[in-house]
């Protein structure tokens, strides 16, 4: 039980012996952490490549050589790289370790646990192939990132609350509670510009200042980690691996505007964070950092985890609360805004994870530190998960103001296979896609919605050359479909008809009256929605139409799907240049479709081919062909 | 995790489990999404009888358990198979292929998807995002995650759980 600060402290000093050399023993290494600590990535990405394995294996290892009060072992939360998980990291040296596989940790211990000579053949390898020791330090992946929201993401073990502590851990909740009034929580809010992570990027000190300023006595602080955007993985990263920071935050929060309660609402999809997040919140209460009189200071608050049921609209600020109050999670008319009546009609905030996470620096650097990075309207960090078509998939937070080509090609290694970067989607289902052209243009806020994108929640999905804009469209139209909550009709029948068009022109039935009649629809349900999943759901084809009208164009006119991913209207062709009749597709296809002979060459008889790709994916000599190649 | 019923004995115990889940969540705020969650989590899924109970339980007009469970997509009212095969339909996993590893799962399992094989064996559903988009295209059985999934791979991840013998 921790009651006063100084006790606070007295622990945070004792951690920061014991976590020394995690900070390359700047101040000085003591024997209290061992000689050697060593950190596997234990979240989804790396533990569904074998990372338990591989922990397991260095566990035994360790007690096999009778080495447990030399060396801990430490599994952490994700460290970002997942594309070459698992993950781990040795330290002294900052070495990491990619790909590791259980068969991989006995030579590891050998070699450098026991006779201190690093494994290169595992270092990560950079972009001019290089192999790398300190990746975290030097590696291109790592080099251009600033880690504020996910700074003890990978570096702590999230199930310690004492390892949270000695990396600075409460103590922006210790500095709030004794040295600052709610009114100067907010000031500094304010001051520090910092906008919501979870989409709309309203500034989180006025939104602060509105639920402090109602004359309520119960007051809740809610915590959005709902993450329905397809593709985005940050929300969870940052629960699985920092819990603390958000109920550190959330508690910031609660003084600030007065509550003494606090949910947060996890999506039932993320069983690994709800349980970090469950573990951490028993933590704290065990620790007096939450619950009643925290600190000494008379302060009470506690936190609640609430679960999702799978409906993406509860993401949406009021069905959210209306989901925690037990009902249908189907978003109500704003005003009243939530700060005015939200939670069980009681003024109520609510933020994202990351932005939640952010906070407890920004207590602790001054709102000035914050101003100084990102760009003149959207200041701070973002995270990034960056998915799709790309070599190194994963989490990347950067400056405000970095620019796609930074992340795309520098960071995360470009395309695979050499082809053409396309087009990236950011705001999921509710944004759209900034094309090649806007490769180098400084992505915050506001520069997203000029290219008729958004933020969004940090999804960063990379397409490329074979991904199709209409079946794309028609994706994430489908997803809209689905989860249309029905209550209003611009969402629930509009987007339903977009969808029929869409279909229609991927199949080659579309006219060119269907392109102007999708646009208007899209306009007209943007300005009628209830909520916001209504008002972006035609983001996604207003930006494809914006940038790839030649695409819909051929689909409609030429009845080709220049990408070669619309079913019905594609043709599989063999190349005669290419092929040389070994017989080997005419075998393969289950339908019979191909005709001819070894003398005479094989032809596909389009009638009968039901586009199974067998023939293609059996030809050695890649001579069937799927999609009309420029000049092809 | 949850399982289907096995007979009489557990069926008894389920009640008695549901019964303690209402006492506990009853007189709490919002207390009906969470006894769905454990609800569920007891019988494997929301039967029409167990909605009734709850209804009573918390004191809810059977109407507004049977809507809010028919509104989120995480709740059943149809038995699941023994492993539930989730094939992830984010956009990651979507560019990258997911659509074809669904459609070679149906034909597998000769089911289509939210159906469930004869033998209750295997359930087939395209779920959202499960957050793994680092390992996309990711198939989910039960609690194990299948990242880099290709068609090809559909037989053999299937025969892992073929293999298992029935009682362990
Ligand atoms: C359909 C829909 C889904 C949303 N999903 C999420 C989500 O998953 N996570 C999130 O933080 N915000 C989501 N939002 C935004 C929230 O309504 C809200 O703006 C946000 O949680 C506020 O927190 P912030 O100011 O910290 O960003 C969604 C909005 C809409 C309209």
């Known amino acids: 039980m921790i009651k006063t600060v100084e006790q606070l402290n007295a622990l945070r000093e004792k951690m920061q012996q014991e976590m020394a050399l995690r900070r390359g023993c700047a101040d000085g290494c003591t024997e209290m952490g061992g000689r050697m600590q060593i950190l596997v990535c234990g979240v989804a990405g790396c533990q569904s490549s074998g990372s338990m394995g591989v922990y397991n294996e260095l566990k035994r290892c360790i007690i096999e050589n009778k080495l447990e009060d030399e060396i801990r072992l430490i599994s952490t939360g994700c460290m970002g790289l997942c594309a070459l998980g698992p993950l781990m990291v040795v330290y002294p040296g900052r070495v990491m370790y990619t790909k590791v596989q259980p068969e991989d ?28 020791a300190d990746a975290l330090g030097h590696h291109s992946f790592y080099t251009k990132q600033l880690k504020i929201a996910l700074k003890n993401c990978g570096t702590i073990d999230p199930y310690s609350i004492d390892e949270y502590i000695g990396v600075d851990g409460y103590q922006a909740l210790a500095k709030v ?6 009114e100067d929580v907010i000031d500094t809010m304010k001051d520090s510009n910092l906008r919501g992570r979870g989409g709309a990027g309203f500034p989180t000190g006025m939104k602060w200042a509105f639920a402090a300023s109602q004359p309520k006595k119960q007051k809740y602080v809610c915590c959005n980690a709902d993450e329905g955007d397809p593709g985005a993985f940050m929300d969870r990263s940052v629960l699985e691996g920092d819990p603390h920071s958000v109920i550190e935050a959330m508690a910031i929060a609660g003084y600030a505007i007065g509550s003494n309660q606090g949910y947060v609402y996890v999506r039932a999809e993320y069983p690994v964070a709800v349980k ?27 936190l609640e985890v609430r679960l999702g049921a799978g409906a993406f609209v509860c993401g949406e600020e009021t069905a959210l609360m209306t989901s925690i109050e037990g009902h249908r999670g189907e978003p109500k008319p704003r005003p009243p805004f939530p700060a005015v009546k939200g939670l069980f009609d009681e003024p109520t905030i609510l933020n994202n994870v990351e932005t939640y996470a952010t906070i407890p620096r920004i207590i602790l650097n001054g709102a000035d530190w914050f101003n100084s990075i990102g760009t003149e309207k959207s200041k701070g960090t973002k995270v990034f998960a960056v998915g799709g078509k790309i070599a190194r998939t994963g989490l990347v937070e950067v400056p405000m103001g970095t620019t796609l080509r930074e992340i795309v090609y520098d960071m995360c290694g470009g395309i695979p296979g050499g082809k053409d970067f396309k087009a990236a989607q950011t705001g999921g289902p509710s944004g759209g896609c900034i094309p090649a052209e806007a490769l180098d243009t400084p992505i915050d806020y506001d520069n997203l919605i000029a290219l008729g994108s958004m933020m969004g929640s940090g999804g960063l999905i990379v397409m490329d050359e074979d991904t199709c804009m209409v079946d794309l469209a028609r994706f994430f139209l489908d997803f809209t479909v689905d989860e249309s909550c029905g209550k209003c009709s611009p969402c629930r029948i509009g987007t339903k008809r977009m969808y029929e068009i869409l279909t229609r022109i991927t199949e080659g039935k579309g006219e060119m009256y269907d392109i102007e009649k999708l646009e208007i629809l899209a306009r007209n349900i943007k300005n009628s929605a209830l909520c916001g999943l209504g008002q972006t759901a035609p983001n996604p084809i207003l930006s494809a139409l914006r ?11 030429d009845k080709k799907c220049p990408a070669g991913v619309c079913k019905s209207i594609m043709k599989y062709k063999i190349d005669p240049d290419l092929c040389r009749r070994c017989s080997i597709c005419k075998k393969h296809c289950p339908v019979e479709a191909i005709t001819g002979d070894k003398k005479n060459g094989f032809v596909i008889n389009q009638d009968v081919c039901i586009k199974c790709g067998q023939c293609q994916a059996k030809c050695p000599f890649n001579a069937i062909l799927h999609r009309d190649r420029k000049g092809v | 995790m949850a399982n289907v019923c096995n007979g009489c004995a557990d069926a008894l115990a389920m009640e008695k489990a549901l019964d303690e889940v209402i006492a506990r969540y009853k007189g ?4 009906l999404i969470p006894v769905l969650h454990e609800a569920q989590a007891i019988y494997g899924y929301l039967p029409f009888e167990v909605q009734l109970k709850i209804a009573e339980g918390l004191d809810l007009p059977l109407a507004d358990v049977y809507g809010v ?26 560019v990258k292929g997911a659509e074809a590893i669904l459609d070679k799962f149906t ?33 989910m059985i039960n609690d194990d995650v299948y990242g880099n999934m290709t068609p090809d791979k559909v037989e053999d991840v299937l025969k892992k759980y073929e293999d298992v013998q029935e009682g362990i």
């Open chain 1, 547 to 557: 940038y790839f009208k030649d695409e819909y164009i051929a689909h409609v006119v």
């Open chain 1, 276 to 302: 970090t997040l469950t573990a951490a919140i028993e933590k704290a209460r065990e620790y007096g950092l939450l619950g009643e009189n925290i600190l000494g200071t008379g302060f009470s608050f506690d």
């Open chain 2, 28 to 31: 709490t705020k919002g207390p």
């Open chain 2, 69 to 94: 469970v028919s509104f989120y997509t995480g709740f059943t009212t149809k038995p699941k198979g023994k492993y539930r095969v989730s094939v992830c339909m984010g956009t990651a996993c979507y």
């Open chain 1, 105 to 132: 940790v006995a030579e590891i211990f050998q070699s450098h646990v026991l006779e201190g000579k690093p494994v290169e053949r595992l270092f990560a390898e950079d972009n001019d192939g290089s192999k790398i």
């Open chain 2, 107 to 139: 034909t597998s399992l000769g089911i289509n998807v939210g159906d469930c094989t004869e033998d209750g064996k295997f359930s087939l559903d395209a779920c959202r995002c499960v957050g793994a988009c680092g390992l996309a295209p990711v198939v």
């Open chain 1, 177 to 182: 509670l004794k040295e600052m009034d709610p």
